[in-house]
Protein backbone atom coordinates (compact mmCIF):
# COMPACT_ATOMS: atom_id res chain seq x y z
CA UNK A 1 0.00 0.00 0.00
CA UNK A 2 1.45 3.41 -0.65
CA UNK A 3 1.21 6.35 1.83
CA UNK A 4 3.08 9.61 1.72
CA UNK A 5 5.34 8.42 4.31
CA UNK A 6 6.64 4.92 1.72
CA UNK A 7 7.31 7.88 -0.87
CA UNK A 8 10.48 8.53 0.42
CA UNK A 9 11.68 5.34 2.21
CA UNK A 10 14.53 4.56 -0.60
CA UNK A 11 17.51 6.90 -0.54
CA UNK A 12 17.26 8.03 -4.41
CA UNK A 13 21.14 8.38 -4.86
CA UNK A 14 20.88 4.34 -4.43
CA UNK A 15 18.26 4.16 -7.91
CA UNK A 16 19.47 3.33 -10.67
CA UNK A 17 18.95 6.46 -13.41
CA UNK A 18 16.86 4.14 -15.01
CA UNK A 19 14.27 3.87 -12.31
CA UNK A 20 14.73 7.23 -11.77
CA UNK A 21 13.82 8.13 -15.15
CA UNK A 22 10.65 5.86 -15.15
CA UNK A 23 9.59 7.93 -12.15
CA UNK A 24 10.43 11.03 -13.79
CA UNK A 25 8.89 10.51 -17.08
CA UNK A 26 5.63 10.10 -14.94
CA UNK A 27 6.26 13.25 -12.55
CA UNK A 28 7.37 15.57 -15.68
CA UNK A 29 3.94 14.65 -17.49
CA UNK A 30 2.03 15.10 -14.40
CA UNK A 31 3.49 18.81 -14.48
CA UNK A 32 2.36 19.42 -17.83
CA UNK A 33 -1.44 17.88 -17.46
CA UNK A 34 -1.50 19.98 -14.28
CA UNK A 35 -0.51 23.06 -16.24
CA UNK A 36 -2.85 22.35 -19.19
CA UNK A 37 -5.49 21.85 -16.39
CA UNK A 38 -6.49 25.62 -17.03
CA UNK A 39 -7.15 25.56 -20.07
CA UNK A 40 -10.53 24.51 -21.20
CA UNK A 41 -10.37 22.78 -24.33
CA UNK A 42 -11.42 19.47 -25.14
CA UNK A 43 -9.52 15.97 -23.50
CA UNK A 44 -8.31 15.40 -27.14
CA UNK A 45 -6.87 18.84 -27.83
CA UNK A 46 -5.54 18.58 -24.41
CA UNK A 47 -3.15 15.87 -24.80
CA UNK A 48 -2.14 16.80 -28.31
CA UNK A 49 -1.04 20.25 -26.24
CA UNK A 50 0.96 17.89 -23.92
CA UNK A 51 2.49 15.82 -26.12
CA UNK A 52 4.34 19.13 -27.63
CA UNK A 53 5.80 19.39 -24.72
CA UNK A 54 6.43 15.70 -22.96
CA UNK A 55 8.86 14.79 -25.96
CA UNK A 56 12.60 14.47 -26.28
CA UNK A 57 13.01 17.66 -28.27
CA UNK A 58 11.12 19.72 -25.92
CA UNK A 59 12.73 18.48 -23.02
CA UNK A 60 16.09 18.79 -24.52
CA UNK A 61 15.39 22.26 -24.82
CA UNK A 62 14.02 22.96 -21.57
CA UNK A 63 17.40 21.95 -19.88
CA UNK A 64 18.89 24.03 -21.75
CA UNK A 65 17.15 26.55 -19.84
CA UNK A 66 17.58 25.36 -16.23
CA UNK A 67 20.87 23.82 -16.91
CA UNK A 68 23.27 27.23 -15.58
CA UNK A 69 20.53 27.17 -12.57
CA UNK A 70 21.39 23.42 -11.36
CA UNK A 71 23.24 22.75 -8.58
CA UNK A 72 26.51 20.73 -8.41
CA UNK A 73 24.26 17.41 -7.19
CA UNK A 74 21.46 17.98 -9.41
CA UNK A 75 23.93 18.60 -12.57
CA UNK A 76 25.40 14.73 -11.52
CA UNK A 77 22.01 13.42 -11.50
CA UNK A 78 21.06 14.86 -14.50
CA UNK A 79 24.72 13.46 -15.67
CA UNK A 80 23.93 10.04 -14.64
CA UNK A 81 20.86 10.12 -16.33
CA UNK A 82 21.65 11.27 -19.42
CA UNK A 83 24.96 8.60 -19.60
CA UNK A 84 23.02 5.50 -18.79
CA UNK A 85 22.66 3.43 -21.82
CA UNK A 86 19.31 2.34 -22.70
CA UNK A 87 17.96 0.23 -25.00
CA UNK A 88 15.54 2.94 -26.12
CA UNK A 89 16.02 4.47 -29.37
CA UNK A 90 14.55 7.86 -30.19
CA UNK A 91 11.97 8.44 -32.85
CA UNK A 92 11.49 11.81 -33.76
CA UNK A 93 14.38 13.08 -32.13
CA UNK A 94 18.52 12.59 -32.30
CA UNK A 95 20.04 10.37 -30.00
CA UNK A 96 21.69 13.48 -28.22
CA UNK A 97 18.26 14.53 -27.09
CA UNK A 98 16.97 11.35 -26.10
CA UNK A 99 19.67 11.01 -24.10
CA UNK A 100 19.27 14.83 -22.97
CA UNK A 101 15.24 14.11 -22.18
CA UNK A 102 16.40 11.02 -20.08
CA UNK A 103 18.93 13.23 -18.19
CA UNK A 104 16.11 15.65 -17.52
CA UNK A 105 13.68 12.80 -16.65
CA UNK A 106 16.08 11.33 -14.25
CA UNK A 107 16.40 14.76 -12.38
CA UNK A 108 12.73 15.47 -11.64
CA UNK A 109 12.33 12.04 -10.68
CA UNK A 110 15.10 12.30 -8.34
CA UNK A 111 13.83 15.30 -6.82
CA UNK A 112 10.24 14.34 -6.79
CA UNK A 113 11.62 11.18 -4.58
CA UNK A 114 14.09 13.21 -2.64
CA UNK A 115 10.74 15.03 -1.42
CA UNK A 116 12.01 18.60 -3.42
CA UNK A 117 8.73 19.07 -5.25
CA UNK A 118 9.00 22.77 -4.57
CA UNK A 119 12.89 22.52 -6.41
CA UNK A 120 10.89 20.58 -9.53
CA UNK A 121 8.43 23.14 -9.89
CA UNK A 122 10.21 25.92 -9.74
CA UNK A 123 12.67 24.35 -12.54
CA UNK A 124 9.32 23.31 -14.41
CA UNK A 125 8.13 27.07 -14.66
CA UNK A 126 11.68 27.89 -15.70
CA UNK A 127 11.01 25.42 -18.40
CA UNK A 128 7.67 26.39 -19.18
CA UNK A 129 7.63 29.75 -18.05
CA UNK A 130 7.04 31.00 -21.51
CA UNK A 131 4.48 28.80 -22.95
CA UNK A 132 0.99 30.44 -23.46
CA UNK A 133 -1.97 28.72 -24.56
CA UNK A 134 -4.31 31.22 -25.57
CA UNK A 135 -2.73 30.99 -29.49
CA UNK A 136 -2.79 27.34 -30.19
Known amino acids: MMTEN ?37 SGELHRL ?14 KKIEPLLSETELSVFKRGRNFHTSSSPKNSTKAQYHTATGLETLFGF ?21 SFEDR
Do not use: H, M, W
Open 6 to 42: NLNTQNPNLLSPSVLAFVGDAYYGLLVRTLLSGVNRP
Open 50 to 63: SVKYVNANAQAEGF
Open 111 to 131: LYLSGESARAIELFNVICGDI
